[in-house]
């Protein structure tokens, strides 16, 4: 075939219609990008109060900033839906709501009491919603959170996510994403949600909120949220302490694992619980008379067992006694025993969950006791 | 035929492997995760399993007839009439397969890239793009694919990240459907593996039709293997009730991967590329054979002219569904159509010419082409 002569020039008429941009072109200026949304219930008539962070980027920019100088926009709506709330946001900034950077989701303590479905059905059904944010339950108002001045810390979303991310020292809070959540709550309606507590300064992030089909119905302690961390097999770090002959020592957890069986005899329902943990002594505090003594390493190890079994016992005994199933119980019965759950699977949470026993066995292992091999104490000589 | 119209028998296996995955690969884990719960993985085995006995089926006919189509034998072994209406018949049904998976992707890309964008605009521009490789014949689209067919396994190195957000457990309990809900599910699933059928008119370019079996199953094995890890990812890591709430859980799964120290954030943008380079190879390849089968049906040199109008008639019947619902009974459909011609007029086909045996239209059947019969230009 003879090729036009024109044929380059009709390559670069096509070129220019299909290189000179398409319908969805948005400038980054055009755009806000919301880094944190909280929810609270409203006293007017819209029932909601949606109040979102979004990092001023022009500051972030330039590299003279001040620390005086606005890093964040804290901006507050009213409104009935979430969808509605973010339309009548953007009438205000004129940019479109972006949620996909969004780094965590805060829910009021009364907005959660209410339920939280309608809240996270929003982000569940956006496609551009990052799934590994976090979703929160503050202690009072979620948006006071986002109001805390810190001077280290531009974002609060930022911050908050990067503590729960990065949380080595302790083990009382569960880290789970937004899926994981999902997860749980499309199973059965019941999940634990961490906890965020705020002064004007700072905000802390321990305990957890207790949701019960959606609905958020009681705060979990630190220690009973340890446990909920340890059922959900997330425990990635984190200290204990235990008293041993009046001798604190602190056990910093390496590795854990948690394996949840259920075994059906007779009817009787019984879960069989074994959590393992691998770490090492790094400290060892003491107060009073005493000399340098060896470490009762079988001795820790026993406490620490019976610590963690005690504080399972107690976190299952109160779950059971709220007819609330969080860990997924239910899920382990219907993989294992299908015959039994769809018996049960109609008045779980109400009859078979509160009936069922629990063997709990905990085996931490210490591997090291730090650097040295006693336990020093100071003994007053003369 | 030309060394340009020559599929090598390397090529065979990217060739089915490019027409397989795509669009389907997206959707399949929620429908399986829908219909049958974590007996899903059972159906899509099940689905396997037909679909393999269907290749097999597909490659017998093409051994049978080397060197030519589904086009010059069938009215042979039907008779004119009856064997020019089922060509017409095959026309439309990989005209319409090109058509579900040109508004598939039209659907998905506007809903997660370009929403502001007409769905007119994306179909067209994938067509003309499409159009154009499918006109430079048979050889440059095999290039083409083997050059797609790397990009297919970028996505499979993230695999190590999901290990800690895997759960075995989601695929308890097994065979608790019962087996007519397993075998609807496996049915509603055919649709997302269509794609070998293109060799009853691509086998006859192979350079050794006699020896189509291996590549062919090769490569019908190598993309079912890649798309049953996709849904055994999808199912352990957004566990089986997510899947089944999820319209498109291959997205919403690479999202959800934790990637260490935030590299690549956003990671899931990526793999939009993937599939849209695996969308693309499944339009070329499906315009080039309906074009080519055309051509053959015609008697005439190549069906590079056919190429054009047929990805204008793929464009308005794209057009007729009224939303996603729409489209998803219409693949469940061409899933049946697909069932139909492999268990139905292939075998049918077979059976006809081991017992007609036209001796005298074998032999001229078994001769190489006419040399003027080209695939291309």
New interface residues.
Partial sequence: MRRSRFYPLWILIIASFAASGCWDAKDIDRRTFVMGVAFDLSDTEDQLVMTIEVPVLTSFATQTHRIADTRAFVAATTGTSVAQMAARIETRTWREMFFGHTQCIILGEDLARESILPIIDFFDRNPRIDRRLALFVAQGKADEVLHIKNPLQPLVSVHLNQILNTLTNTTRVVKRNFQDNLRDLESNGDTVLPRVRSTDTELTIAGGALIKDYKFIAWLGENETRAVAFLYNRISGGVLTVNLEDILYTYAIRSASTDIKPVLKDGQLTFRINVKTEGEIIEAFYRGPGGAIEFDIPGIQSKLNQEITDEILHLLTKLQDLRTDPIGFDRLVYRHYPKFWNQHKENWKEQAWPQAKFEVTADFNIRRTGILKEVTIYERQG | MSARDKLLTQEVPVIIINMIYGIGTITLPSLLARSAGPDGIIAYLAAVAVYIIGTVLIILLVQRFPNHGLADYSPMLLGTVPGFAVNLLFTLYLIFLVSAVMRAFAEVTK????????IE?IML?MLFTTSILARNGLQPIARACQIILYVFFIPFLVIPLFVSVFDT?EF??LF?EKPAVIAKAAYNSIFSLTGVEIMLVLGSHSENSKRLMRPALIGVAIVLTMILIAVVLAFGS??V??TA?LTDPL??MI??V?VPYSIL??IDISFYTVWIAATYSTLVIGLFTASHHVAEIFKLDNGKGFVFPLAAVVYFLALIPKNENEVLAFNIMLGAAWLALTFGLVPLLLVLSKIRNPKGAKKQMQQPQKKNRKAN?
């Fill in positions: 809903f997660f890239l370009l929403p502001r964008t007409p605009a521009s457990g308890l309990p608790q957004l566990s009730d997510q709430k997205f919403e999202k959800y934790p954030e956003r230009p």
